[in-house]
């Protein structure tokens, strides 16, 4: 392999990560292994001496990466502006991570792990294959995304304030999908997936409208399925205490 090729943009969609192939249980099978990983190791990462500089060194690779995106993608030429959500969710998680910030980590949360998680879900690395450097930046970015707000969650105790918060959060979610909508009708561009419907899902959804309500719906669903479960952890924990004393 040259390394004008994996810095190129060789694209083949029948051997990308697409849904319901190997590429996307390798996806699947990274992102549950983050996820456990980071739960499990979480506090001892952060008992340790060089833990400030980790988290500087992680901030520094997420710049690396968002940038590394824009500059491949307008070698191509392509148009690109940091407006997807995992784009979104990597500014959120770099300010985290130099900020500490309890108020950015409650976008961070749900941007980080919702970018995350539709990349798992309907994976698109808009047609670059393992013989692209492309291919391992999708899996690398999105992992990261996932992992700094959980880590924040496990290692530092944040959570999402209250269900009025996640309402908030989701009405920023939704305001901004029309300003992206607006944004791909200037650009011509497909930022989110929501301006017309990806080739790796166009056989699951024929319809743009149904394709746009399972979108946002999935997102509302996805965000009060991590709400539940980070608060039920909560009130489990609190509970044990007041039997323990």
């Not at 108020?103 to 798992?120: E, N, P, T």
């Not at 930046?137 to 999402?160: D, M, N, Q």
Request: charged share 10%; proline share 3%.
């Amino acid at each position: 392999m040259s390394f004008s090729k994996f810095f190129g943009h060789d694209i083949d969609y029948n051997k990308a990560a697409t849904m319901f192939t190997g590429h996307h249980l390798l996806l699947f099978i990274c992102a549950v292994m983050a996820i456990i990983l980071t739960l499990r190791f979480a506090q001892k990462i952060k008992e340790h001496p060089m833990e400030k500089r980790l988290k500087i060194y992680v901030a520094i690779l997420l710049i690396v990466l968002e940038v590394s995106y824009h500059v491949h993608n307008w070698t191509y030429p392509r148009v690109s502006v940091p407006l997807h959500l995992s784009s979104m969710a990597t500014i959120l998680c770099i300010v985290l991570l130099f900020t500490n910030s309890k108020r950015v980590f409650q976008y961070a949360f749900f941007f980080g792990i919702l970018g995350g998680f539709m990349a798992l879900i309907f994976p698109n690395s808009l047609g670059y294959t393992y013989l692209s450097f492309r291919y391992y930046h999708f899996i690398l970015l999105h992992v990261l995304i996932l992992v700094v707000p959980l880590y924040y969650y496990k290692a530092y105790g944040y959570r999402i304030i209250s269900y009025k918060k996640l309402l908030e959060i989701y009405g920023v979610v939704l305001a901004l999908g029309v300003f992206v909508y607006w944004i791909n009708s200037i650009l011509g561009t497909n930022y989110w997936f929501i301006y017309e419907i990806p080739k790796n899902v166009g056989s699951t959804f024929k319809r743009f409208p149904v394709y746009i309500i399972s979108f946002f719906s999935l997102v509302f669903g996805t965000m009060n399925v991590l709400y539940y479960f980070s608060h039920y952890r909560v009130q489990f924990d609190e509970s044990q205490l007041l039997e323990q004393n």
